[in-house]
Structures are given as C-alpha cells and as structure tokens.
C-alpha cells in the first residue's frame, strides 16, 4: 500500500521505547522524516540511532518533559528550524500508574492530567499554525482502550484519557476546514515495558505470577494474544496517511477485540 507520506516531516512524542519507539521507526521506513523526543537522553539516542541505521532516514531527537509546555513549543521551533515545517504529530507520554480511587493522591491525579492530557494540547498548540498554514496535518493522539471502558486500578487513565477525545473532537470540527485531521488510537494490552511494569504491580497486588497476569489479559481478547508495539504503530501509520484522508475525529481501538461493546 502506498502510504503517501513520503519526506513529510513527523513528530512523535515520547519515542525512546514502547509504542512511540515503534511508531517513530514505522514512520521513519515509510520515509518520513522523524523527530523524536523523550526524557531519556541515552535512550533516544539509541532508538534513533536504530531507525538512522535501518532507514536511512533523517532524524531530529531532543530530551524533552512532555508535561514542560514552553520546552514542547521550544521543541517543534527546533524541529521547524531543522526540517522546515511540521506535517505530522504523535502525542505520546507514560501511562499513569496502577491505583484505585483511593490510593491515588492529589499530586498523581495532577500528573495525570499533565502527562496524558495537558501535553496534547502543548503539542497541539504548537503544531496547528504550521499546518494551517500548508492546509494539511494530522494529529494522532495516543490514548488506552480505558477511553471505551474502564480498567480495574486504571482510575487515574480510566478517567483522564475521555478529555483526550473530547478535544480530539474539538479540534478535527475546528480545523478540517485547514486540511487537518485529528484522531485518536486506543492500544489494548501491548507487550512493551509499560505493560511488564503494570504486570509487576498486579502480580504483587493479586499474589498471581506475572504469567499469569499476561495470560488473563491475552485471554480478555478475541485474538488471544496481546500486541505487538508495531501493530499499534501501523495503525498510526494508516491514519498519517494519504489513504486515510477522509477520516476524521475518530477514536481507532487496536485491541485484537478486547472491548465487547457494540
Ligand atoms: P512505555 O512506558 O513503554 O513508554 C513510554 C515512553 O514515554 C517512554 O519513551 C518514556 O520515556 C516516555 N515518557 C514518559 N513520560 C514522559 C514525559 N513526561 N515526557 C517525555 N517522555 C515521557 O509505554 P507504552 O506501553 O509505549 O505506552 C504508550 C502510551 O500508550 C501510554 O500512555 C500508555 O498508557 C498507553 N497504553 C499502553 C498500553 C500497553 O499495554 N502498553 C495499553 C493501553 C494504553
């Protein structure tokens, strides 16, 4: 399939491994030009060097706090400055950690909300001028299956990741008229090191071995199995595309059909 993006110039937010690591390395072998971020300095720059390696392709990296919004806006004018302009952009950051209603405090619900809500909307203010003023973008948010229904000692991402589509929404109604169109990508359960992590405090929380942890969550899906990072990734990859041009304000699950709603 020809995706069409060829050269396009693509943020991805919080890429130094997970799913923003697979994202950035599948957009990078399509042939787009790659700027990523993450606070892990080493990290990024070994993922970076990886996708250098593989592709061929450019890529732009800076150690960045997606929470820190003037640093976000310092980031995509170091981009533009470097590759021109901004096409595409990947919101990413760290999931909440695991807690109930209770256990989670004040400080961590404010995290929360910075981490996965208030750095989309940093990013989004930061790239929107520059593709209105070329009158094509995408904005990819990347939120959790949380968005379509809860996940037990999830609260803080059961409850925060709804605003995500509530501005996804917003945005896609106000900008479409400019050519950009805003979607959002709910991952399931996907092997990466945020999902080992939540295994761990599960597997402490329940007295169950981590095995069985990643069996009960393979078992919640049609498919049997959990993701693959690069499964999420080309999803994202699709709604970057040329061939996903009429699509718009969406909310995308890629969960092998762990959500059993209509
Ligand atoms: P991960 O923990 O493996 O990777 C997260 C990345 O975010 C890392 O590169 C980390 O350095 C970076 N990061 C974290 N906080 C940051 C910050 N403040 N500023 C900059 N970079 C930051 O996570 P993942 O599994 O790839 O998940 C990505 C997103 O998808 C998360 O929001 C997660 O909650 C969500 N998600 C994951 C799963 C899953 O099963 N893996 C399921 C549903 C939703």
Redesign the pocket.
Known sequence: METGIRGRIAIV?????????ATAEALAAEGCRVAM????GE?LRAAAEKIRGNSGSDCFTQV????DAEAVGRFVEAVVQSFGTVDICIT?????PAKGFLDASLEEWRQAIE??FL?TVYFARAVIPYMQHKRWGRIIT?????TRQPVPDLVL?NAVRSAVLGLVKSLANEFGKDGILVNNV??????????R??AQARSRALGKTEDEIFSAWAGDSALKR?AD?REVADTIVWLASERASYITGQTILVDGGAYKGL
Do not use: F, K, M, Q
């Open positions: 937010a919080a890429a130094s491994r997970g799913i923003g690591r971020c993450a606070r892990n990290a960045l706090d997606v929470t990413n950051a760290g999931g909440p981490a996965n750095s990347l939120t959790s299956i949380t991402s709910a991952p399931g359960y996907t092997a990466t090191d945020r999902l992590e939540l959990v990072p």
